[in-house]
């Protein structure tokens, strides 16, 4: 087999580097917390991504793909696109390495995700969601300016980045006297972090939990094809998991590694939220809160040690007000 060039877009995401993309990692922030959850006197570790400095995991991505740019790279500057957490990572990274950076948001994305990202210095164009395609609208900001286009989960530096939370997770449950994770319980919008735990993590079983209605990714692994979101127009308070169709680098590396997989519920996703709260007294959005949801539903049933993705925490404070006072409905 030919060997790879690590700085090609059109290269495969291994796991040597995840591995690379955790050293780089290790050296500007400090590991999140691996929390215990007791949940029927069984211990889940959660991976409380909610503590990073955007919020969410998707700074780990973000900083393993804009690092490894070119000088001629950061020049031109980046587009791209997310309902929140990918684009404050992207925002963030940008800002450290000092880079233009415009981000493609949907225009009902929660108000604090878009404004948390202008506040990080990027600009943000806003698109209607459903009605329009965000891919071709930051195509074509691409086109015009000659920007780098760092796609949410369809890149291999994003995939390897996102799969360093398996790596951390790993040590801390070594430093703990706990040998694993046996099996991992992700959040999966298009399959980046998924992908990436995949590569990080290839002696554990992997689950996956997706949002009732887009639940393309598990759709497509029963098919074993890939097949879009049904109904872009169906709710679910999962704006993060908002993912259209997944792509092939993605669906290619989960396609024989998904152990079981669920659909679930906004009531079953608010349970996980105030459980989170209740006990870990920490935030999650509704999106970071869908594979805990899938345990504690028993839609997911986990093998011991299990380790828990908490994605992100970036929620508005109404609706997370109402969460806690299951009102959502009112």
């Known amino acids: 087999m030919t060997a790879q060039d690590p700085l090609s877009p059109y290269r495969s995401p291994t796991r040597e580097g995840v591995l690379r993309a955790a050293q780089k990692i290790a050296e500007i922030l400090p590991p999140t917390p691996l929390m215990p959850l007791e949940v029927d006197g069984v211990t889940l570790w959660c991976k409380a991504e909610m503590l990073q400095p955007i919020g969410a995991f998707k700074i780990r991505g973000a900083w393993h793909r804009l690092s490894d740019m070119s000088a001629g790279e950061r020049e031109r500057g980046i587009v791209g696109v997310s309902s929140g957490n990918h684009a404050q990572g992207v925002a963030w990274a940008a800002k450290k390495l000092g880079m233009a950076a415009t981000i493609v948001m949907p225009r009902?994305?929660?108000?604090?995700?878009?404004?948390?990202?202008?506040?990080?210095?990027?600009?943000?164009?806003?698109?209607?969601?459903?009605?329009?395609?965000?891919?071709?609208?930051?195509?074509t900001i691409?086109?015009?300016?000659?920007?780098?286009?760092?796609?949410?989960?369809?890149d291999p530096w994003i995939i390897e980045g996102q799969g360093?939370?398996?790596?951390?997770?790993?040590a801390q449950?070594?430093?703990?006297?706990?040998?694993?994770?046996?099996?991992?319980?992700?959040c999966c919008g298009g399959g980046g972090l998924s992908a990436g735990l995949s590569l990080a993590c290839p002696d554990a079983k992997l689950s996956l939990a997706e949002p009732e209605g887009w639940d393309d990714v598990i759709r497509s692994l029963a098919a074993g094809t890939i097949l879009p979101v049904e109904d872009q127009a169906h709710p679910t308070p999962c704006d993060a998991l908002q993912t259209p169709i997944s792509f092939p680098i993605n669906f290619n590396v989960l396609k024989n590694?998904?152990?079981?997989?669920?659909?679930?519920?906004?009531?079953?996703?608010?349970?996980?939220?105030r459980l989170v709260y209740e006990k870990?007294?920490?935030?999650?959005?509704?999106?970071?809160?869908?594979?805990?949801?899938?345990?504690?539903?028993?839609?997911?049933?986990?093998?011991?040690?299990?380790?828990?993705?908490?994605?992100?925490?970036?929620?508005?404070?109404?609706?997370?007000?109402?969460?806690?006072?299951?009102?959502?409905?009112?």
Do not use: W
Request: glycine share 8%; no cysteine; net charge neutral.
């Open 108 to 139: 009902n994305a929660p108000k604090a995700k878009i404004a948390a990202t202008k506040a990080l210095g990027a600009q943000v164009v806003l698109y209607e969601r459903p009605g329009q395609d965000r891919d071709a609208i930051a195509a």
């Open 142 to 154: 691409v086109a015009k300016t000659g920007a780098v286009l760092v796609h949410a989960f369809a």
């Open 164 to 170: 360093t939370l398996g790596i951390e997770a790993m």
């Open 173 to 186: 449950m070594e430093a703990m006297g706990v040998k694993g994770p046996a099996h991992i319980v992700a």
């Open 257 to 273: 590694r998904v152990y079981s997989a669920a659909a679930v519920t906004p009531d079953e996703i608010g349970t996980a939220m």
């Open 280 to 330: 870990l007294r920490l935030v999650v959005e509704p999106g970071g809160a869908a594979a805990l949801a899938a345990v504690i539903s028993g839609k997911i049933i986990t093998d011991a040690p299990a380790l828990i993705t908490l994605s992100g925490g970036n929620v508005d404070p109404e609706y997370f007000s109402k969460i806690l006072l299951n009102k959502t409905s009112d």
